[in-house]
DNA sequence: TATATTTGCATAAGTACTTATATAATTTAT
DNA sequence: ATAAATTATATAAGTACTTATGCAAATATA
């Protein structure tokens, strides 16, 4: 029984690792067998020296794509067994050039017609009628280099966050997503609770707007344009802290501009607070600037106020 | 600059391993970008416990093809994070039964999509026209589990050892190793040089045969059937120990039984000595059995007779 | 020309496993 | 019923790397 295999492509990592562990065990095996004091995880770098003659430490690990400090543990690995020796460099004293020992090179001949079988064997052993898994391996990095996995990822999570116009199900999102934001970093004033608890008529029914962010059929952000009367405002933004990191409010800032240029609105301004920096940066990053705040602002907490001209 | 790739199918494994590694790494990346506790290694084990609702440490040991040992290690991560908790089992005080507690049920919820989209990304990421990656990797498990890479690999080795006829040539050869392997088990006795030296008048002249094991246009071993009275005397039989393990010396032995068989022997027999239990061991294997030995024997060391039936 | 930065390598500690071994509970054999 | 073997898990140490950091030599900058 194994249940890696029905987490098909999850597991992928995992499976992948096991597989090439697996391989090297059954090399080192064979070095074993034939009573060679050889093991298949050197072979990178040992094969490497013997074939650059003369090579350093810097370059073996750029050669190879592994870090430094491993090369110097192979190497260190490679002097107990004698098979290298080390030559400091005449024009910089900081460089160690490698090369192969007289024992090394008697175990290159050695190992060159074992090498040779391994090779042919690993071939036929990977192949497929198609292709190779060691091309195909190769495609898959080739991919990687293109676009990194975790790239990938992120942008189909971020894709798959929709942006939906209000609904009266989902007012009890938005109260508890406003509350939950408000608890956190300030506190609830009473003003708050009568507009979050009656969105119908504090904002929609006077021409404002309402969105929601919704991830896997639960609703993750929200946001509302109030119609004041010098211009619309942006205000209660609040998105659930479990889904930081998906970048839902940038995309429920998005959503509000561009639905703000589709309506032809000329400007959109917004209140927030100078010890929100995350928030403030973000405003600042799509065009929003500062402007003086009235005295008689309607809630105690802000103590900015900026506006985007669209 | 990436030797790795020119290294082929030698640095399979090595390669497999690097690309398992950076996926990884990009889906911890992920993980971390949406702000959750959570690893990617941590990912089968977790699964496991979550679809089996309650499940023993040996249990998950099994299904995943991973150590014991191991999942110990994975559970008392888990255990630290508090995502399982652990339940004695009534029947057997010596098991464990592991679940996941509240706050690990509530990290699958959140996980669950996440897991969707990586699942289809990995998917579209491995995949080639012809075939998924996953499978060529599955289709290779199965070729291991089919005959192990190690066995492949040394019957290859085995095969490519070729028993060939006396020449001239190799006549330095069946000296050098004959010598070094009275050198080093007992003595070189005045009558072993003068007949190694001199294989032509003494062995082959007289109806004998010499063969010679070659690997890699070296010779590594070497054997002679010597015309007696009696009847053919199998003699003469080294080994390089430079290439041990290789069951050199049983195909020499294959090759005199099938070569004797063919030249219509009714029996073959050798000299040996009792402390030799390898060789021993391998003599009567093939089905040579103890006669007794007679007084004038023509070297010290042979202590023991024996005699093979063709 | 002194100082700051960079480079080449070493060392230390961490990670994700492994193998080897220990311990207690259970099952099997006598 | 007791001893011996087996099983379930834990612990320790090893491996093949990694990241983080340190140090000395070389190079760039003021």
Redesign the pocket.
């Known amino acids: 029984m194994d249940k890696l295999l029905e987490f098909r492509e999850l597991a992928f990592g ?1 499976r992948m ?1 096991r597989l090439s ?1 697996t391989l090297m065990r059954d090399v080192k095996q064979v070095y074993k067998s034939l009573y060679l004091d050889f ?1 298949p ?1 050197l072979f990178p770098v040992f094969k490497t020296i013997s074939d650059e003659k003369s090579i ?4 073996i690990s750029e050669y190879l794509q ?5 090369v ?2 192979f ?1 260190n690995s490679l002097m107990k067994r004698e098979l290298v020796i080390i030559t400091p460099d005449i024009n ?5 050039n490698i090369s192969l020992s007289e024992k090394g090179s008697a175990l290159v001949l050695k190992l060159d017609p074992i090498w040779k079988i391994m090779e042919e064997e690993l071939t036929a052993f990977i192949k497929r009628p198609d292709t190779s898994l060691m091309n195909h391996i190769r495609l898959t990095e080739q991919n990687q280099r293109d676009k990194p996995l975790y790239q990938r990822i992120m942008q189909r999570i971020r894709n798959s966050i929709e942006i939906i116009d209000y609904d009266s199900e989902y007012a009890k999102d938005f109260l508890e997503l406003n509350l939950e934001w408000l608890e956190t970093y300030f506190y609830v004033e009473p003003h708050d609770t009568e507009v979050l608890e009656n969105p119908q008529s504090y904002i929609l029914d006077n021409k404002g707007y309402i969105f929601f962010a919704r991830f896997n059929n639960e609703i993750v952000g929200t946001v509302a344009l109030i119609n004041e009367d010098e211009c619309y405002e942006l205000s209660k933004m609040a998105v659930s802290p479990k889904y930081r990191g998906m970048k839902i409010g940038q995309q429920l800032m998005d959503k509000c501009i561009e639905f703000s240029k589709q309506q032809g609105w000329e400007k959109i301004m917004l209140y927030s607070n100078r010890s929100l920096t995350p928030a403030i940066n973000l405003y600042r990053k799509v065009g929003f600037y500062e402007v003086p705040v009235e005295n008689e602002a309607l809630y105690e907490r802000a103590d900015i106020k900026m506006i985007l001209e669209l």
């Not at 350093?56 to 370059?59: A, D, F, I, L, Q």
């Not at 910089?92 to 160690?96: F, I, M, V």
């Open positions: 995992s690792k562990e093991d995880t350093s430490t810097g370059e592994i870090t430094q400090p491993a110097t543990q190497i910089d004293k900081r460089k160690k």
